[in-house]
């Protein structure tokens, strides 16, 4: 993984910029736009159809949820960061934050591009807030949710607010919009967590509610056997199907945003859903296969996805 760099060296958003001449910030930028084609895939392949401005400030806005979420990540994962280590590095984002609120670069302001994302589109600091809040939660010794409503309140802050920071970008023609971005990032964080329950697991982390584990008699041990048995699956049928239907109502959002700015979403919605029915066909086998949603099928997908757009 990348983290220890990005604490030493101008690596990611660090770029060791004084102040923000327009080489500086084209510069910012690409490496954000690098940063999401390596590990956001399906993001990275429906924000083609933006504008070039809103696909740049998506790109900040992906580069930065990015670097807070694999800072946790790493530290859970590699033991190279101790939790000490990693709140100390947030809180440089968090300094930086505050530069960006006042208008004022410190000597070392690692944050070009997103600065510039956050006050052309008057995204509020309390999301990019709610979003650390939400990755530090990761910091536990072991993860674990008791009930949905606690599991929802965690994906509201580290995909909802994402979903809430990109809307001010997409542009929309009703603030009902927004109710419908908080759907949508409560859809795609429930995929998120369906497609890597084993890779959790290693982690010791289970975003599957302990009150539903027990209501399908699944526990801990038939989970980490690794095996998709009956109430396994019934399980996860219930959770797909939970998932899709925050996707259906994500959906009435779609003709309130800005019409250039329609049809990324919905095939952002569509590639994502995918993920599920890729899910169904390994036979909810989320232990030794990733479900993944090929390029030739995002592809295939878009005619299908623009005409529908076209007559929103």
């Not at 505050?98 to 690692?110: E, K, N, S």
């Not at 910091?139 to 920071?165: H, Q």
């Not at 996860?236 to 329609?262: H, K, T, V, W």
Request: with cysteine; proline share 3%; net charge neutral.
């Amino acid at each position: 993984m990348l983290v220890g760099n990005w604490l030493q060296t101008p690596h990611h958003f660090g770029l060791l910029i004084p102040q923000r001449s327009p080489l500086d910030l084209r510069d910012a930028y690409e490496h954000c736009r690098k940063i999401t084609m390596q590990h956001a895939k399906t993001f990275y392949f429906a924000s083609i159809f933006l504008a070039r401005s809103k696909r740049e400030a998506c790109y900040a806005v992906y580069a930065f949820c990015r670097y807070v979420d694999d800072l946790v990540d790493c530290a859970a994962a590699s033991g190279r960061m101790d939790d000490q280590a990693v709140k100390s590095a947030v809180d440089r984002w968090r300094r930086a934050l505050d530069a960006a609120d006042t208008g004022t670069d410190g000597a070392q302001l690692d944050v070009v591009a997103w600065a510039d994302t956050m006050a052309r589109y008057r995204i509020g600091r309390e999301l990019p807030e709610l979003l650390i809040e939400g990755v530090m939660s990761d910091l536990r010794p072991c993860v674990r949710y008791r009930t949905f409503e606690e599991l929802y309140d965690y994906c509201y802050k580290v995909a909802s607010v994402v979903g809430l920071m990109t809307s001010e970008i997409f542009g929309y023609c009703n603030r009902t919009a927004l109710d419908y971005a908080v759907d949508l990032g409560i859809a795609m964080q429930l995929t998120n967590i369906l497609r890597d329950v084993g890779e959790d697991l290693a982690n010791d982390r289970i975003y599957l509610p302990a009150d539903e584990l027990a209501r399908y008699g699944v526990d801990e041990e038939e989970l980490r056997s690794g095996r998709a048995t009956s109430a396994v699956c019934d399980l996860l049928r219930f959770q797909i199907d939970r998932a899709r239907d925050f996707y259906n109502r994500a959906d009435c959002g779609i003709p309130m945003l800005e019409r250039d700015s329609r049809l990324t979403v919905s095939l952002m919605s569509t590639n994502y859903r995918r993920i599920l029915d890729a899910i169904e066909q390994n036979r909810y086998d989320v232990f030794t296969r990733r479900a993944r949603v090929p390029l030739h099928r995002k592809l295939l997908g878009v005619p299908g996805v623009w005409y529908r757009v076209r007559e929103l």
